[in-house]
């Protein structure tokens, strides 16, 4: 069974960084892509990073530059460093653990969340 932590969220002004951190258990983490979600009050949840197990790495275009993901196998963790951070950066950031063993088998795993908030 898998099962996600998230940490490192809190409030911070305009211009600062955050680091959050989501450790994992289980032992499919080494072969899972992980991701890094967001959702903003009436808006949708959406992709912000995503490591593959390859340590292949996309991020969505209004964070590309800012943030960096990055994992460590060996601690079952995976990272987003957060800099120049901006008041639409305020949401509740959501860990995700994506696994697909064998033939059509998709296996989604998420975090509780932890709440991140830019004031300006």
């Known amino acids: 069974q898998v099962q996600l932590v998230e940490s490192g969220g809190g409030l911070v002004q305009a211009g600062g960084s955050l680091r959050l951190s989501c450790a994992a258990s289980g032992s499919i983490f080494s072969i899972s892509d992980m991701g890094w979600y967001r959702q903003a009050p009436g808006k949708q949840r959406e992709l912000v990073a995503r490591?593959?197990?390859?340590?292949?790495?996309n991020y969505a275009d209004s964070v590309n530059g800012r943030f960096t993901i990055s994992r460590d196998n060996a601690k079952k963790t995976v990272h987003l460093q957060m800099n120049g951070l901006k008041p639409e950066d305020t949401a509740v950031y959501y860990c995700n653990l994506h696994w697909e063993p064998w033939g059509n088998r998709i296996y989604d795993y998420w975090g509780q969340g932890t709440q991140v908030t830019v004031s300006s």
């Open positions: 490591i593959t197990s390859g340590s292949s790495t």
